[in-house]
């Protein structure tokens, strides 16, 4: 099994910041890896696909870099909407998500 | 525009079989690009994939639900399902069905997911 490991689990930071969540693979995946934004009470929502690709329609503040076992998923300028938990998801075998990280306003 | 909906028992028993059926509209879900997969959440923890399937009836699970899944396709109703046996309270979960692309590998497409509680 490929276990996916983010930090920190959560995070306060304010609007306008710039926020970094990283995940690391225990195996190289690639750019086998997608991030998601959880709103409570929502289902996830894809952001980013083969760790640097902007879903549609998803603003361009949201960025993904990486490849291997370690991966970045950047917020550049912080907005109150983007509270949320965002996951980490490999797909290099089978499919296994990251435990989420909490991000709330300062 | 493609919707999932999810649907079924909101309440099942210990030891019984959970029952889940997914609808696919505004899409068909013969498509040869996507897989189709079942997600679930328990209260306030992560995520976890519990299998997926294709429209010709192919499967695969997570290890470590395999041996109680079973995901089938009925293509005529634009539906998948999920059943999951033997259930404990460590099931009780939101259930979600979504759509998973083939090439890359991500759930873009979410229903909006239900409740489902493991309880006597």
């Known amino acids: 099994d490929i276990q996916m490991t983010q930090s920190p689990s959560s995070l306060s930071a304010s609007v306008g910041d710039r926020v970094t969540i990283t995940c690391q693979a225990s195996?190289?995946?690639?750019?086998?890896l997608n991030w998601y934004q959880q709103k409570p009470g929502k289902a996830p929502k894809l952001l980013i696909y083969d760790a640097s690709n902007l879903e549609t329609g998803v603003p361009s503040r949201f960025s993904g870099s990486g490849s291997g076992t370690d991966f970045t998923f950047t917020i550049s300028s912080l907005q109150p909407e983007d509270i949320a938990t965002y996951y980490c998801?490999?797909?290099?075998?089978?499919?296994?998500f990251g435990q989420g990280t909490k991000l709330e306003i300062k | 525009q493609l919707q999932l909906q999810e649907s079924g028992p909101g309440l099942v028993k210990p030891s019984e079989t959970l029952s889940l059926t997914c609808t696919v509209s505004g899409g068909s879900i013969s498509s040869s690009s996507y897989y189709w997969g079942w997600i679930r959440q328990p209260p306030g923890k992560g995520l976890e994939w519990i299998g997926s399937i294709y429209y010709s009836g192919s499967t695969y699970y997570n290890p470590s639900l395999k041996s109680r899944v079973t995901i089938s396709v009925d293509t005529s109703k634009n539906q998948f399902s999920l059943k999951l046996s033997s259930v404990t309270a460590a099931d009780t979960a939101v259930y979600y069905c979504?759509?998973?692309?083939?090439?890359?590998?991500?759930?873009?497409?979410w229903g909006q997911g239900t409740m489902v509680t493991v309880s006597s």
């Open positions: 195996q190289d995946i690639s750019n086998y």
């Open positions: 998801q490999q797909y290099d075998n089978l499919y296994t």
């Open positions: 979504a759509r998973l692309g083939r090439i890359e590998g991500a759930f873009d497409i």
